[in-house]
Structures are given as structure tokens and as C-alpha cells.
């Protein structure tokens, strides 16, 4: 028993990346357990371990942790990323459901029949440009700080540098038309505990492969 | 913006409501940047245009105290949200499916709150004997595992057979005096959606028009 947080899940990014983000953003040191076979995930659930039978699980603070979302939010909560007052989080919530949004597009690609990737992709592209960068691009620019939301690094900063990164992935000059974008992008990566997540050798997963879609489909037998 | 509606209903808070009929409203929203992400639903309370439906009941919920005493209680009822989230989220697509569809979502729904859902909060009710969801006091995690249970009974009305605590609890709720008020005829709770509901959903926004079960 560390006292750090466990983090049960596939070895690779899916719904658990924005979590390793955010710890690492916080400086918080994690332990992993990956989820390989089947055995172990029917085992989680006949002990007990998964509320809804699902994946992410994060045990932190005695806690066993499920739902993205929840676990993200505590992780906020307790590492002063959630801003100051109601307002504030607020506006970081209502962000970083945006984010939400549009990572999800991409989280779930892989798993997609070929025709509906080819198809997809140019879309969720286009939604980067059209609807999300810029709204994005418009609270930088109306808030006049270096960050999202009030003058201190939030959830919402990582989260958006996170997203950013995702979408380059698939095109990398989709910031072209924000500049505002391309100077968050550089700050935020700058950042001290953010830089060293971006180094190799940190536990930032890789992106998704046939491997990992395989595995994953195995383990849930689903879809 | 249902959820909306029963949280502000619950925390005793009065609403205005502009229904979107036409898309000339809709296309004025976007042309006067009321909308962050181009989306509804979309709440104005104090002083602030708030989007995405997350955002705007985890406000409500703090500023009217139904987020539990600290962080490992709004731990818990973030989960239990999450949670009654996505089991309605099953329910909110089915009025846009092709009637093939509706038959293998209306299974889906049935399944996944008989199996994985009801039984997860049952369990939280029975180990900890208490009346609400957490911290025994009342609060967001309850309201929306009410508002869960009676939109899956609108699906099949016996589902609370095997799930005797979610009965009392459902039964315990309907009786607080303002979640009452909100079931009663004339409230502003809305119907269950119809096809006049769901053609004017897709000419507004022109969208949804081929909407898929979910896996």
C-alpha cells in the first residue's frame, strides 16, 4: 500500500489518459495495473471492485473510483485545478465538456467499421475547426490570461492541450487559423510537470493500435 | 434539459422556459454567440449563458447545496450520476430510431438497468440503510435516480420488481413536497416525446436524422 493512486485499465490511452494527464499535470505520482485478459476483468467484477461494471477504476484515498468524469473531478477538486469558486468551475466544467466532446469522436475511431473511419475522420476535423478551436480560441481571447479560466493553470487548460494534441495527431496544422491556440499549446506544454509528462520514459500511452483494439474487444466482448 | 428542469424543481427554484420552435430562433442564438458550442441546451442564471448540460446542473447543484458536505461525498454522487447519465442517455436517442431500432433499444435499455444499473444502486441503498444516495441527507445523486427510474418504468412499468429499496426510495421522493409538485399536472415537466417532438428537434437543429441503436 503506496497511497498512490491505482489506476486499472487497458495499456494504452482510452477513456484513462485524461486521468494520467491530470495527475501528471498535479505532480501526482500513479501506479498502473493493466487489464490484459478477460480473467482479470471478470475477476474485478466478481470481487466486487467495479460499480457498474466498468473500466476506468481508480483507487485513490480509499476509495475505488469509477466514471471518468467523477474521478477527474476529485482529482481537481483535491489539487486546487478546479478554480476559485462556483463561477469558476463553471466555466472550467463547461469547458472541458467540450473537450469531452470532441476527444470522444476520436477515442472512438479505432473501434469503427473502416468505411465509417474514413468517413468520420474528416468530420470530427472539421468540428475542431469549425465549432470547438474556435470557441476555445474566443475564451482565450475575451479572457486575456494565459490560461483558460481565471490566472492559474485549471482541469480545463490540461484538458484542452490534451485535446489539441489529439487532433494534430490527425492533422497537424489544424491550429493554422488560432493563434491564440498555438501560444497555449507552447505555455501549457512548457509547464514544468507538463513537460516532463511529455518527455518519453513517462506514463503517457502511445496512440491506439490493432493491438490494442483487439485487446480491449477481447477483454469486454463487446461490439 | 430535463435533468435541468427536475434539479431547479427539487432545489424549490422558479424557471423561465423559450421553447425552440423554429430554426430562425435557433440560427438568432448562434448569429448572437449565445452559444458556445453552437448547442442547446443552454441556461441563463446568474448573470452567465451556461452550455452543456454537465456544467449547468453541477452548478445548480452546488449553489443550492445538493452536492454533498465535501469531497469524498460529491466523490459519490458524481459517480451515482455518471452512472444514471448514461443509462438515460440510452433512453433520450430512442425517440430518433427507426421503429427496427426502437425494438433492440427498448432491450438494450430494459438489460442494462436490470443488470448493471438498479442493481449498483440498490446495493448502495441496502449497505448503508440510509434514505438518500449519500451522506444521508438529500441531494443531486437522488434526484436523478428518480428522474432514471420513472423514465425506465415509461419503458416497462415493472421494472422495480426485483429492487425493493428502489421501490421505498422511489416512493420516499415522490413524496417530498416540491418533487410532488413537479409530478403533478401542470408543472413543468415535460411529456414523454412524440413524433411532433422529435420533427421539430430535427428541422431546428437539422440533425438526428439517422440516428443508429446503440451496440
Same mark, same amino acid.
Given at each position: 500500500?503506496?497511497?498512490?493512486?491505482?489506476?486499472?485499465?487497458?495499456?494504452?490511452?482510452?477513456?484513462?489518459?485524461?486521468?494520467?494527464?491530470?495527475?501528471?499535470?498535479?505532480?501526482?505520482?500513479?501506479?498502473?495495473?493493466?487489464?490484459?485478459?478477460?480473467?482479470?476483468?471478470?475477476?474485478?467484477?466478481?470481487?466486487?471492485?467495479?460499480?457498474?461494471?466498468?473500466?476506468?477504476?481508480?483507487?485513490?484515498?480509499?476509495?475505488?473510483?469509477?466514471?471518468?468524469?467523477?474521478?477527474?473531478?476529485?482529482?481537481?477538486?483535491?489539487?486546487?485545478?478546479?478554480?476559485?469558486?462556483?463561477?469558476?468551475?463553471?466555466?472550467?466544467?463547461?469547458?472541458?465538456?467540450?473537450?469531452?466532446?470532441?476527444?470522444?469522436?476520436?477515442?472512438?475511431?479505432?473501434?469503427?467499421?473502416?468505411?465509417?473511419?474514413?468517413?468520420?475522420?474528416?468530420?470530427?476535423?472539421?468540428?475542431?475547426?469549425?465549432?470547438?478551436?474556435?470557441?476555445?480560441?474566443?475564451?482565450?481571447?475575451?479572457?486575456?490570461?494565459?490560461?483558460?479560466?481565471?490566472?492559474?493553470?485549471?482541469?480545463?487548460?490540461?484538458?484542452?492541450?490534451?485535446?489539441?494534441?489529439?487532433?494534430?495527431?490527425?492533422?497537424?496544422?489544424?491550429?493554422?487559423?488560432?493563434?491564440?491556440?498555438?501560444?497555449?499549446?507552447?505555455?501549457?506544454?512548457?509547464?514544468?510537470?507538463?513537460?516532463?509528462?511529455?518527455?518519453?520514459?513517462?506514463?503517457?500511452?502511445?496512440?491506439?493500435?490493432?493491438?490494442?483494439?483487439?485487446?480491449?474487444?477481447?477483454?469486454?466482448?463487446?461490439? | 434539459?430535463?435533468?435541468?428542469?427536475?434539479?431547479?424543481?427539487?432545489?424549490?427554484?422558479?424557471?423561465?422556459?423559450?421553447?425552440?420552435?423554429? %430554426?430562425?430562433?435557433?440560427?438568432?442564438?448562434?448569429?448572437?454567440?449565445?452559444?458556445?458550442?453552437?448547442?442547446?441546451?443552454?441556461?441563463?442564471?446568474?448573470?452567465?449563458?451556461?452550455?452543456?448540460?454537465?456544467?449547468?446542473?453541477?452548478?445548480?447543484?452546488?449553489?443550492?447545496?445538493?452536492?454533498? %458536505?465535501?469531497?469524498?461525498?460529491?466523490?459519490?454522487?458524481?459517480?451515482?450520476?455518471?452512472?444514471?447519465?448514461?443509462?438515460?442517455?440510452?433512453?433520450?436517442?430512442?425517440?430518433?430510431?427507426?421503429?427496427?431500432?426502437?425494438?433492440?433499444?427498448?432491450?438494450?435499455?430494459?438489460?442494462?438497468?436490470?443488470?448493471?444499473?438498479?442493481?449498483?444502486?440498490?446495493?448502495?441503498?441496502?449497505?448503508?440503510?440510509?434514505?438518500?444516495?449519500?451522506?444521508?441527507?438529500?441531494?443531486?445523486?437522488?434526484?436523478?435516480?428518480?428522474?432514471?427510474?420513472?423514465?425506465?418504468?415509461?419503458?416497462?412499468?415493472?421494472?422495480?420488481?426485483?429492487?425493493?429499496?428502489?421501490?421505498?426510495?422511489?416512493?420516499?421522493?415522490?413524496?417530498?413536497? %416540491?418533487?410532488?409538485?413537479?409530478?403533478?399536472?401542470?408543472?413543468?415537466?415535460?411529456?414523454?416525446?412524440?413524433?411532433?417532438?422529435?420533427?421539430?428537434?430535427?428541422?431546428?437543429?437539422?440533425?438526428?436524422?439517422?440516428?443508429?441503436?446503440?451496440?
Amino acid at each position: 500500500m503506496s497511497g498512490k493512486p491505482k489506476l486499472t485499465y487497458f495499456n494504452g490511452r482510452g477513456r484513462m489518459e485524461s486521468i494520467r494527464w491530470l495527475l501528471a499535470a498535479a505532480g501526482v505520482e500513479f501506479e498502473e495495473d493493466f487489464l490484459e485478459t478477460r480473467e482479470q476483468y471478470l475477476k474485478l467484477i466478481q470481487d466486487g471492485h467495479l460499480l457498474f461494471d466498468q473500466v476506468p477504476l481508480v483507487e485513490i484515498d480509499g476509495m475505488k473510483m469509477v466514471q471518468t468524469k467523477a474521478i477527474l473531478s476529485y482529482i481537481a477538486g483535491k489539487h486546487n485545478l478546479y478554480g476559485k469558486g462556483l463561477k469558476e468551475r463553471a466555466f472550467i466544467d463547461t469547458y472541458v465538456e467540450g473537450t469531452t466532446d470532441l476527444m470522444q469522436m476520436i477515442l472512438t475511431l479505432p473501434f469503427s467499421p473502416p468505411e465509417a473511419k474514413k468517413k468520420n475522420l474528416p468530420l470530427i476535423i472539421e468540428k475542431a475547426k469549425n465549432r470547438y478551436f474556435p470557441a476555445y480560441e474566443k475564451a482565450l481571447k475575451q479572457h486575456g490570461q494565459g490560461f483558460l479560466v481565471g490566472n492559474q493553470l485549471s482541469w480545463a487548460d490540461v484538458h484542452l492541450l490534451e485535446a489539441i494534441l489529439m487532433v494534430e495527431e490527425k492533422e497537424s496544422t489544424v491550429l493554422s487559423e488560432f493563434p491564440l491556440l498555438q501560444g497555449f499549446k507552447t505555455r501549457i506544454s512548457n509547464m514544468a510537470t507538463i513537460k516532463k509528462f511529455l518527455q518519453p520514459g513517462s506514463q503517457r500511452k502511445p496512440q491506439p493500435d490493432d493491438k490494442y483494439v483487439a485487446t480491449v474487444m477481447k477483454i469486454l466482448k463487446e461490439g | 434539459m430535463e435533468s435541468v428542469r427536475w434539479l431547479l424543481a427539487a432545489a424549490g427554484v422558479e424557471f423561465e422556459e423559450e421553447l425552440l420552435e423554429t %430554426r430562425e430562433q435557433y440560427e438568432k442564438l448562434l448569429q448572437d454567440g449565445a452559444l458556445m458550442f453552437q448547442q442547446v441546451p443552454m441556461v441563463e442564471i446568474d448573470g452567465m449563458k451556461l452550455v452543456q448540460t454537465r456544467a449547468i446542473l453541477n452548478y445548480i447543484a452546488a449553489t443550492h447545496n445538493l452536492c454533498g %458536505r465535501d469531497l469524498k461525498e460529491r466523490a459519490l454522487i458524481d459517480m451515482y450520476v455518471e452512472g444514471t447519465t448514461d443509462l438515460m442517455q440510452l433512453i433520450l436517442m430512442f425517440p430518433f430510431l427507426s421503429a427496427e431500432d426502437k425494438e433492440k433499444q427498448h432491450a438494450l435499455i430494459v438489460q442494462k438497468a436490470t443488470n448493471r444499473y438498479f442493481p449498483a444502486y440498490e446495493k448502495v441503498l441496502r449497505d448503508h440503510g440510509q434514505d438518500y444516495l449519500v451522506g444521508n441527507q438529500f441531494s443531486w445523486a437522488d434526484i436523478h435516480l428518480f428522474e432514471a427510474i420513472l423514465m425506465v418504468e415509461e419503458k416497462k412499468c415493472d421494472v422495480l420488481s426485483e429492487f425493493p429499496q428502489l421501490q421505498m426510495f422511489k416512493a420516499r421522493i415522490s413524496n417530498m413536497p %416540491r418533487i410532488k409538485k413537479f409530478l403533478e399536472p401542470g408543472s413543468q415537466r415535460k411529456p414523454i416525446p412524440d413524433d411532433k417532438y422529435v420533427e421539430t428537434v430535427r428541422r431546428v437543429l437539422q440533425m438526428y436524422y439517422n440516428v443508429k441503436a446503440s451496440v
